[in-house]
């Protein structure tokens, strides 16, 4: 199985006040048990988003990482449960950039989500 650091998106998990689940798509770095990820310059209908407004309410969250293929013997995933916050992190938009190239060129304007990783979680179709 590959590094699940080097997949270029993952999948967040958030809950909100009503108890249902959020799921969204991220670009994702990792930096020790510290996953980071930013809100960028995609189109948005708001820069005030629905998974910054869950964290704040409920920082548990989960990140899927995932990897399909018609050879079903290559198929895997990674789910690592964590605590969010919201924060002001330079280092963590620079290790974002350094991973995707967009980024490079247009720096995400954040904010940005810290997930600590508490619990991982992995299965793999091939044997380890």
Same mark, same amino acid.
């Given at each position: 199985?590959p590094?699940?650091? $080097?997949?270029?998106?993952?999948?967040?998990?958030?809950?909100?006040? %009503?108890? #249902?689940? #959020?799921v969204?798509?991220?670009?994702?770095?990792v930096d020790? %048990?510290?996953?980071?990820t930013?809100?960028?310059?995609?189109?948005k209908q708001?820069?005030?988003?629905?998974?910054?407004?869950?964290?704040?309410?409920?920082?548990?969250v $989960?990140?899927?990482?995932? #990897?399909? %293929?018609?050879? /079903?013997?290559?198929? /895997? /995933?990674?789910?690592?449960?964590?605590t969010?916050?919201?924060?002001?992190? *330079?280092r963590a938009? $620079?290790?974002? *950039?350094?991973?995707?190239?967009?980024?490079?060129r247009?720096p995400?304007?954040g904010?940005?989500i *810290?997930?600590?990783?508490?619990k991982?979680? $992995? /299965?793999?179709?091939?044997?380890s």
């Amino acid at each position: 199985m590959p590094s699940p650091e $080097e997949a270029r998106v993952a999948r967040l998990a958030t809950v909100g006040p %009503d108890g #249902h689940p #959020h799921v969204v798509p991220i670009c994702f770095v990792v930096d020790g %048990d510290t996953l980071y990820t930013a809100v960028d310059e995609k189109p948005k209908q708001t820069r005030r988003l629905k998974r910054l407004s869950n964290i704040e309410t409920n920082a548990r969250v $989960e990140v899927l990482i995932d #990897h399909y %293929d018609e050879d /079903w013997s290559r198929l /895997w /995933w990674v789910r690592w449960r964590g605590t969010a916050r919201i924060v002001d992190d *330079a280092r963590a938009l $620079e290790l974002l *950039a350094a991973k995707y190239p967009q980024y490079a060129r247009l720096p995400p304007s954040g904010p940005v989500i *810290a997930m600590t990783i508490e619990k991982r979680t $992995e /299965w793999t179709s091939s044997p380890s």
